[in-house]
């Protein structure tokens, strides 16, 4: 078992910048590759990234690559999103996922263990 809190969503203008945390606790960290997804209001939840176990390799959704960027540090049983450009299509839940599944890794099936989310809503 691993339990995952995320934290630093907010309110921010379109153009700004955040940085959401994933503090997880339990089984070894290290073991997980760690995900990040999202749900806007009346859709459905989407990838938006994910670090392999080792920190060796990150994956994107499209319309993310060039402004988030995550990252995580093993030490600290953390990882991270920092979410750059921010814009209003942005606006959604964001939640963390652990997962030891080594194919598939924007799919939600892919991930055993999930966060609560953490609101981020950007205006225009």
């Known amino acids: 078992q691993v339990q995952l809190v995320e934290s630093g969503g907010g309110l921010v203008q379109t153009g700004g910048s955040l940085r959401l945390s994933c503090a997880a606790s339990?089984?070894?960290?290290?073991?997980?590759?760690m995900g990040w997804f999202r749900q806007a209001p009346g859709k459905e939840r989407e990838f938006v990234a994910t670090?392999?176990?080792?920190?060796?390799?990150?994956y994107y959704a499209d319309s993310m690559k060039g402004r988030f960027t995550i990252s995580r540090d093993n030490t600290k049983n953390t990882v991270y999103l920092q979410m750059n450009s921010l814009k209003p299509e942005d606006t959604a839940v964001y939640y963390c996922?652990?997962?030891?599944?080594?194919?598939?890794?924007?799919?939600?099936?892919?991930?055993?263990?999930w966060g609560q989310g953490t609101q981020v809503t950007v205006s225009s």
């Open positions: 996922a652990a997962g030891q599944t080594n194919i598939r890794l924007s799919s939600m099936t892919s991930y055993a263990y």
């Open positions: 670090v392999t176990r080792s920190a060796d390799r990150t």
């Open positions: 339990g089984r070894i960290f290290g073991i997980y590759n």
